[in-house]
């Protein structure tokens, strides 16, 4: 029967030292990552800890932890009561879900409560290891060096400030290894309190004294130089490292903007319809400097016989086309949200699907019965084309209803955001120009369009105000923003917008209506863009993104006179000027080609290099399990010959012991040295280990120390080793 393990306070003081360094494997996860409540992750692994080393029962421990890690699951991801029906229900879809991604190999596509319940097994399996290296094999010092090496890197190359966190780790590596190496003495013997006191007060005492050296130290200046803006340089993105890094797709917080994002081309809905369109979710009205929120919670009334009730723009004053779309949501999309194009009036779900809108925000939600399918819409929608001439001569006199909702600024805003505004519409007098104005901006001052190596503002630095002055580059939410911002600042009404672009049109599709075109849209088509308000007409949709087009339409009411040579004559230097900016643009553009391409042939080589590098690493790990057991026995001679050389009989014979054991040759604790000796050479058909164990008697116990033949016992111990590491 296993001998359970008795209490001792040094070795539960070790293991808890040994948590509190797993801890600081958790803290940088919300920082680093999109993962929330990593408090419940930190609370599971103390479950788990303190479950591993006070019950010894494997059943018991097995209920316990499973038993906390349902309760952390439900808690975050459950909202039905502990294991009803409902419970279960949910639960078993997820698992059936994701038990199809696995089998699939869709990593990515697998759901936020499955990932969770993986990585609280992860912590569950790591607590076991833990409690046997700290406690059982006193194994202490391999985690505390991949610890710092751990935090060093995350200092390094990530947006986590990982100073304190080394500096704590070291402190609780050397007290946790002071005491690791006293519960080692005295484990096999009575634990007295007194000896713990004294040997903890001289440890301390020493790790007082090197953190004071450490921190007044002279310290000498770095010899290499930090190698992160060397890469993102040869990448062609110097000095823009920072914020993490998330997949692409349409998510609902928009909290902390900023941050790289990886492309995902994962099927989200397939559209038929006659025109590539602007996929309309939501629009958010509350900037924060650091990104969006909402002014106020969403209601969502039942869509009553299909009608949308929801409008931008008003159709009595703009000249609208009519038209119908059809919406297909591809297998395994999780968007529980329905698009739709601007001016659409209906949306015709299946006869299980009920939907609901947000009136303010003009978010569509479906829920479904029983039944589970692929979801699919059938929508009516008036396509406006918005008259310049009117948008131009429209009143500056807004709702107030309008401006104390779409006016707000935080009052942290720097004051530099306001005046590039006012430089920018300099001597335009009506809000259209204005508008265009700022549109224009960003294409035409050197702003880049780019999804890695995208900075996060910090501290009270203002997400707009770094992307204008600073760093100039970003993707759509970084261009979105900033002319909502530059707008408002000018007191246009303006809001924030999110769904997905237009897509790609799949040619070769059969069966398709007449003059219809089927349109893939995946998760790198989620973006977001600008809608501003126009009074008597209501809210027109704009693109300041580089590289995106503006698909809403415009119309002029009348042409102009081409028999107006004066007029034609006045016009020419601001056309000549218009085209000086054009051609710019296009070599800015043809620039920013080559060096893309430049960038690709750099990460074609990287990647090669990589690939190298994988299969040279993998044939090392083949080689190193094929050949394990001769490097093992290489490593003993090289060891053995370096003790022979001090010709310490006594030295040589506990690691020929040692050999053994690891040969599985272990001596039992009740068993004399003669007894072992004769039942090694029974097992090896030898002689050689019992001779040198008498040798050995002898000079250990004679009471004058037995003098021994050099050569002779050389040639018996060189017997023993040729015959175990054969």
Not at 651 to 668: M, N
């Amino acid at each position: 029967m296993k001998k359970s393990h008795r209490f001792q306070l040094p070795s539960f003081l070790v293991l808890f030292a040994g948590f509190l360094l797993f801890w600081e494997w958790l803290r940088p996860l919300e920082q680093i990552t999109d993962t929330g409540s990593s408090y419940l992750f930190v609370l599971y692994a103390f479950i788990s800890f303190f479950v591993s080393y006070f019950v010894s029962n494997g059943w018991l421990k097995f209920l316990l932890k499973g038993s906390a890690l349902l309760l952390v699951m439900d808690y975050v991801f459950l909202h039905d009561p502990f294991l009803s029906a409902e419970w279960l229900t949910q639960v078993s879809m997820e698992v059936s879900y994701n038990s199809n991604m696995l089998l699939n190999a869709n990593w990515n596509e697998l759901s936020p409560f499955f990932r969770s319940f993986l990585f609280l097994l992860l912590i569950w399996v790591i607590s076991y290891l833990l409690h046997y290296w700290f406690v059982i094999a006193n194994r202490f010092f391999l985690f505390v060096f991949l610890t710092i090496f751990y935090l060093a890197i995350l200092d390094t190359f990530t947006v986590y400030d990982a100073t304190i966190a080394i500096v704590r780790a070291l402190i609780i590596s050397l007290l946790a290894l002071g005491l690791n190496h006293f519960y080692r003495m005295h484990r096999s013997s009575d634990y007295q309190p007194k000896y713990m006191s004294i040997w903890m007060s001289a440890v301390l005492f020493i790790v007082m004294i090197a953190s004071v050296l450490g921190y007044y130290g002279p310290k000498m200046d770095p010899k290499w130089p930090d190698p992160v803006p060397f890469i993102e340089s040869a990448a062609g993105h110097v000095g823009f490292g920072e914020g993490t890094v998330k997949k692409v797709g349409y998510g609902e917080n928009d909290e902390t903007l900023g941050g790289s994002f990886v492309a995902d081309d994962t099927l989200v809905f397939e559209a038929i319809a006659k025109e590539r369109l602007y996929w309309r979710i939501e629009s958010k009205d509350v900037y924060t400097g650091k990104g969006w929120e909402k002014s106020r919670p969403f209601e969502f009334e039942p869509v009553i016989d299909n009608m949308i009730q929801f409008q931008t723009f008003d159709p009595a004053s703009v000249d609208i086309f009519s038209s119908s779309v059809s919406v297909e949501y591809a297998e395994g999309s999780r968007l529980d949200k329905v698009p739709f194009p601007y001016g659409t009036t209906s949306i015709a779900p299946p006869e299980t699907i009920a939907l609901y809108q947000d009136f303010y925000s003009g978010m569509v939600e479906y829920e479904m019965g029983e039944q589970q399918y692929q979801p699919y819409f059938t929508m009516e929608y008036n396509r406006p084309s918005f008259s310049i001439d009117q948008l131009k001569n429209t009143s500056n006199e807004d709702p107030s209803e309008i401006t104390e909702q779409y006016l707000q600024l935080p009052e942290t805003l720097p004051d530099r955001v306001s005046q590039l505004a006012e430089e920018v519409v300099a001597n335009l007098d009506n809000r259209l120009d204005k508008v265009e104005a700022i549109e224009s901006y960003f294409s035409l001052n050197g702003y880049v369009y780019q999804t890695e190596n995208i900075a996060t503002p910090s501290g009270e630095e203002d997400y707009v105000d770094q992307f204008l002055f600073e760093t100039m580059v970003g993707y759509c939410d970084n261009f979105s923003t900033s002319m909502v911002v530059l707008l408002r600042t000018l007191d246009i009404p303006a809001r924030w917008v999110k769904g997905f672009t237009g897509g790609e049109v799949q040619i070769g599709e059969a069966n398709l209506p007449s003059g219809y075109q089927m349109y893939e849209v995946t998760n790198n088509n989620a973006h977001s863009w600008v809608e501003v308000y126009f009074p008597e007409v209501g809210w027109v949709p704009f693109e300041p993104t580089r590289g995106f087009d503006n698909l809403t339409t415009f119309h002029e009411e009348t042409l102009a006179d081409v028999d107006q040579p004066e007029l034609e004559e006045e016009s020419t230097p601001e056309v000549e000027e218009q085209e000086e900016i054009e051609e710019e643009v296009t070599q800015e553009e043809s620039e920013e080609t080559n060096t893309q391409a430049n960038d690709g042939n750099f990460m074609k080589v990287l990647k090669i290099l990589g690939w190298i590098a994988s299969g040279i690493l993998v044939l090392s790990v083949i080689f190193i399990i094929i050949k394990r057991k001769d490097i093992h026995n290489w490593y003993l001679k090289r060891k053995w010959e370096k003790i022979k050389q001090k010709q310490d009989l006594n030295v040589s014979y506990h690691f020929l012991l040692a050999v053994l054991a690891k040969k599985g040759l272990k001596r039992a604790s009740n068993e004399t040295l003669r007894t072992y000796a004769r039942a090694v050479d029974e097992k090896l058909g030898l002689k050689a280990m019992t001779e040198l164990t008498n040798i050995y008697e002898q000079y250990v116990y004679s009471n004058k120390k037995a003098e021994w033949n050099e050569e002779q016992v050389s040639k018996l111990f060189h017997e023993m080793f040729e015959q175990v590491l054969a």
